[in-house]
């Protein structure tokens, strides 16, 4: 089962030839230019795969059940309780495409349906929020981030993602900061027999802010993104013949696109803030292993377009908190549930958002000073965000 694992690897690496996509758009037309188009070998367009003992000698793998909650949440309404993410009596973990879509459906629902644990776990995430609102969404300089942050705190906010989005924490998980990591990276989680899974991120991070200097911002996006590979590392099943698209070696395979897609949407819903997780930066830097692309069927699920809506709403909210409309907790919820219900069109949003994410990722400037010009001869997000405040009109949905 190893060998020919190995020879797939080594086989897809040396066959990809493709250029590696500069932005969202370049990897759609990759994607879409493929002919015949790769077929998709996910659990939805090829079951019997994931059925056959062939994909795995451990097979059958643990299954993920819910449970409802015999008591009501704080809302009144009923709720699962946290799934049973392994077997005491089987070493065999569940399989990586079925945590994942287990996974979705346990966080991602509306507020009112979390449980009493998930609840606790977002208020905790809110009091934190609320406490440092205005280091959270001002530009700090580039210094020692676990001034910014201290470890104590990265591992609180940690375990508030893992109760919340994942349904439990673990004293088997833990969070240090480093003046180096591992393969020159911003952060990257070690395992060890004894001590578990250890999340290590740099002091200082050598790169860009992603959202103008807002540090903690980015810290919080790179805390998240290292908390799916632990979840995958520690209950995904990483033997089987799947697990080469679905997990890869590099962590980003289609499991993790997948879980972190929703994930990503649910944050700033639950909490308000945005994050980047490095979803599409993730194929870029692993792009030999995406051969020749990502199925259309993938490309569809991991909803990459949503990195163009996080970044007009992080512009949204930096503008409305120095302009003194955000200042606390509850302002910052509203302000987040007024606009993402005020969205315009996806068709607008795909024709707009894609092209002025393209510019500014060429332009190397988010929310830059000099702004491309739209057709009204505003800014081009100006001229974007008079659509999407526009009312719709007859026949036409939010998305």
Same mark, same amino acid.
């Given at each position: 089962?190893?060998?020919?694992?190995?020879?797939?690897?080594?086989?897809?690496?040396?066959?990809?030839?493709?250029?590696? #996509?500069?932005?969202?758009? /370049?990897?759609?037309?990759?994607?879409?230019?493929?002919?015949?188009? #790769? #077929?998709?070998?996910?659990?939805?367009?090829?079951?019997?795969?994931?059925?056959?003992?062939?994909?795995?000698?451990?097979?059958?793998?643990?299954?993920?059940?819910?449970?409802?909650?015999?008591?009501?949440?704080?809302?009144?309404?009923?709720?699962?309780?946290?799934?049973?993410?392994?077997?005491?009596?089987?070493?065999?973990?569940?399989?990586?495409?079925?945590?994942?879509?287990?996974?979705?459906?346990?966080?991602?629902?509306?507020?009112?349906?979390?449980?009493?644990?998930?609840?606790?776990?977002?208020?905790?995430?809110?009091?934190?929020?609320?406490?440092?609102?205005?280091?959270?969404?001002?530009?700090?300089?580039?210094?020692?981030?676990?001034?910014?942050?201290?470890?104590?705190?990265? &591992? /609180?906010?940690?375990?508030?993602?893992?109760?919340?989005?994942?349904? &439990? /924490?673990?004293?088997?998980?833990?969070?240090? =900061?480093?003046?180096?990591?591992?393969?020159?990276?911003?952060?990257?989680?070690?395992?060890?027999?004894?001590?578990?899974?250890?999340?290590?991120?740099? *002091?200082?991070?050598?790169?860009?802010?992603?959202?103008?200097?807002?540090?903690?911002?980015?810290?919080?996006?790179?805390?998240?993104?290292?908390?799916?590979?632990?979840?995958?590392?520690?209950?995904?099943?990483?033997?089987?013949?799947?697990?080469?698209?679905?997990?890869?070696?590099?962590?980003?395979?289609?499991? =993790?696109?997948?879980?972190?897609?929703?994930?990503?949407?649910?944050?700033?819903?639950?909490?308000?803030?945005?994050?980047?997780?490095? *979803?599409?930066?993730?194929?870029?830097?692993? =792009?030999?292993?995406?051969?020749?692309?990502?199925?259309?069927?993938?490309?569809?699920?991991? *909803?990459?377009?949503?990195?163009?809506?996080?970044?007009?709403?992080?512009?949204?909210?930096?503008?409305?908190?120095?302009?003194?409309?955000?200042? &606390?907790?509850?302002?910052?919820?509203?302000?987040?549930?007024? =606009?993402?219900?005020?969205?315009?069109?996806?068709?607008? $949003?795909?024709?707009?958002?894609?092209?002025?994410?393209?510019?500014?990722?060429?332009?190397? /400037?988010?929310?830059?000073?000099?702004?491309? *010009?739209?057709?009204?001869?505003?800014?081009?997000?100006?001229?974007?965000? $008079?659509?999407?405040?526009?009312?719709?009109?007859?026949?036409?949905?939010?998305?």
């Amino acid at each position: 089962m190893l060998i020919p694992l190995i020879k797939e690897h080594i086989l897809k690496r040396s066959q990809q030839k493709l250029p590696v #996509p500069e932005d969202f758009s /370049d990897l759609q037309v990759l994607v879409e230019a493929q002919n015949p188009a #790769p #077929p998709c070998t996910c659990d939805t367009c090829d079951p019997d795969l994931y059925r056959s003992v062939t994909n795995c000698y451990l097979h059958p793998h643990f299954r993920i059940k819910f449970e409802k909650d015999s008591t009501k949440n704080k809302y009144g309404n009923e709720c699962y309780l946290p799934p049973k993410l392994s077997s005491s009596t089987s070493i065999a973990n569940a399989e990586a495409m079925h945590l994942a879509r287990q996974t979705i459906a346990y966080f991602d629902c509306p507020i009112q349906d979390l449980n009493n644990t998930q609840l606790a776990a977002l208020a905790a995430l809110h009091k934190w929020r609320d406490t440092r609102l205005s280091d959270i969404l001002s530009p700090h300089p580039n210094t020692d981030f676990h001034l910014l942050i201290p470890e104590k705190q990265m &591992r /609180d906010i940690l375990g508030c993602i893992n109760v919340l989005f994942f349904g &439990r /924490d673990s004293c088997m998980f833990h969070f240090r =900061w480093a003046s180096k990591v591992a393969q020159d990276a911003e952060a990257h989680t070690q395992e060890h027999a004894m001590t578990g899974f250890t999340i290590k991120m740099l *002091r200082a991070l050598p790169r860009q802010s992603r959202f103008e200097g807002r540090w903690m911002l980015d810290l919080l996006g790179t805390l998240v993104h290292e908390a799916v590979h632990v979840y995958f590392y520690a209950y995904a099943c990483h033997r089987c013949r799947s697990a080469e698209e679905n997990l890869m070696s590099h962590g980003h395979g289609r499991a =993790w696109q997948l879980v972190t897609a929703r994930l990503e949407r649910c944050f700033v819903r639950f909490v308000g803030l945005p994050v980047d997780m490095g *979803r599409f930066s993730g194929i870029q830097g692993n =792009w030999a292993y995406f051969y020749p692309t990502p199925s259309r069927h993938d490309f569809s699920e991991w *909803r990459l377009e949503n990195e163009v809506l996080t970044r007009f709403y992080a512009h949204d909210l930096f503008g409305a908190f120095e302009a003194g409309a955000v200042k &606390r907790g509850i302002k910052l919820d509203e302000f987040a549930k007024e =606009w993402w219900n005020i969205e315009s069109t996806l068709e607008v $949003v795909e024709k707009e958002g894609k092209e002025y994410y393209r510019l500014l990722r060429r332009n190397q /400037d988010f929310g830059a000073r000099r702004k491309p *010009r739209g057709k009204s001869g505003k800014g081009l997000e100006d001229d974007f965000l $008079v659509r999407r405040f526009r009312p719709l009109g007859a026949g036409e949905g939010s998305c």
